[in-house]
């Protein structure tokens, strides 16, 4: 269990709904819930409206449980970090123990009903989910290894298999290749992040790349990912969910991606840094916007499919 001492010393304040909300880690969830949502939508077999609903609402506690689980054993080090110093738990607002029984309680609860609601394979894939990135990627790789934004990466990847399984009970082709996009485009975004922001990582003692190999070494590995991540986002438009627009809009951001992660490896180390940071938060905003890029593409596509305009294979 992590050492939080340092509530010993922090005034204790009183706790809105702000506060708890904050715990599951709305930002996140968003990202989750669209593109669990999408999994869902695109898959080949039609979910009414109302089981789909419970489905992506147990999928968004499941991930808010996570995101609290998350908040209680990083306690410490968020209070270190200037990018996570105001979290409820570190800002005092919300005690340890508060947090851990929601992350608990929620996590139960979304699983059991995911799986009352839809399949038994849905309600695993959740659990495993929350178990991954809750156990494996915060309590043992995060710490632990500069790899652990690399393999931590899959737990925010396996929202869309989940929607997916929600409709159809399985897994598939398309649906593993969703999760691949997601999977191999968090490390560079995170490095992104992790090269503008600084010390924080440092400060805080945890193993990110930026601080176990170097800036230039981050700046390359950001580079390799983008290029690998490429293809893949590609030969996603060529599966039964793909469709003209997601073709279109695969090539369009990946080849702004890559040029974007080139630009920030090849840049002078001589150079203001000013313009350093430019480039690489302007690399990391753009991967915000690169899976809803891609996600909403496939919405389109699957709208224009049940339109009648044809499958695209």
Same mark, same amino acid.
């Given at each position: 269990?992590?050492? !939080?001492?340092?509530?010993?010393?922090?005034?204790?304040?009183?706790?809105?709904?702000?506060?708890?909300?904050?715990?599951?880690?709305?930002?996140?969830? =968003?990202? &989750? @819930?669209?593109?669990?949502?999408? +999994?869902?939508? !695109?898959?080949? !077999?039609?979910?009414?409206?109302?089981? *789909?609903?419970?489905?992506?609402?147990?999928?968004?506690?499941?991930?808010?449980? =996570?995101?609290?689980?998350?908040?209680?054993?990083?306690?410490?080090?968020?209070?270190?970090?200037?990018?996570?110093?105001?979290?409820?738990?570190?800002?005092?607002? &919300?005690?340890? +123990?508060?947090?851990?029984?929601? *992350?608990?309680?929620?996590? &139960?609860?979304?699983?059991?009903?995911?799986?009352?609601?839809?399949?038994?394979?849905?309600?695993?894939?959740?659990?495993?989910?929350?178990?991954?990135?809750?156990?494996?990627? =915060?309590?043992?790789?995060?710490?632990?290894?500069?790899q652990n934004i690399v393999i931590g990466g899959a737990a925010g990847a396996f929202p869309p298999i989940v929607g997916w399984a929600v409709a159809t009970g399985g897994i598939s082709v398309e649906s593993v290749l969703m999760f691949v996009v997601i999977f191999m485009w968090t490390p560079p975004h995170f490095?992104?992040?992790?090269?503008?922001?600084? =010390?924080?990582?440092?400060?805080?003692? !945890?193993?990110?790349?930026? @601080?176990?190999?170097?800036?230039?070494?981050?700046?390359?590995?950001?580079?390799?990912?983008?290029?690998?991540l490429a293809p893949v986002a590609v030969a996603l438009a060529f599966t039964s969910v793909g469709g003209p627009v997601y073709l279109v809009t695969a090539l369009a951001m990946n080849v702004w991606f890559v040029k974007g992660s080139y630009d920030i490896w090849r840049r002078d180390e001589t150079q203001a840094e000013a313009d350093n940071y430019l480039t690489e938060k302007k690399v990391f905003k753009f991967s915000l916007l690169y899976l809803f890029g891609h996600f909403g593409a496939l919405v389109v596509d699957a709208v224009f499919r049940n339109a009648g305009f044809g499958a695209w294979v």
């Open positions: 269990m992590t050492d !939080v001492s340092f509530q010993d010393a922090t005034e204790r304040l009183e706790a809105g709904f702000g506060d708890y909300f904050a715990l599951l880690k709305p930002r996140v969830m =968003s990202l &989750v @819930v669209f593109t669990a949502f999408v +999994g869902l939508l !695109v898959a080949p !077999v039609p979910v009414h409206p109302f089981i *789909g609903f419970i489905g992506i609402l147990c999928i968004a506690v499941g991930a808010g449980a =996570s995101g609290a689980l998350n908040m209680w054993w990083d306690a410490d080090i968020d209070a270190v970090m200037k990018r996570t110093a105001r979290r409820p738990i570190p800002a005092g607002k &919300v005690q340890p +123990g508060e947090a851990l029984g929601i *992350g608990l309680t929620l996590s &139960v609860f979304s699983v059991i009903l995911l799986w009352l609601a839809t399949n038994a394979m849905a309600a695993f894939l959740l659990a495993f989910t929350i178990f991954f990135y809750a156990v494996v990627y =915060s309590m043992w790789l995060k710490r632990a290894t500069p490095w992104a992040l992790a090269l503008f922001m600084k =010390s924080d990582y440092d400060d805080a003692g !945890v193993p990110m790349l930026t @601080v176990t190999h170097g800036r230039k070494s981050t700046r390359k590995h950001i580079l390799v990912y983008a290029a690998l």
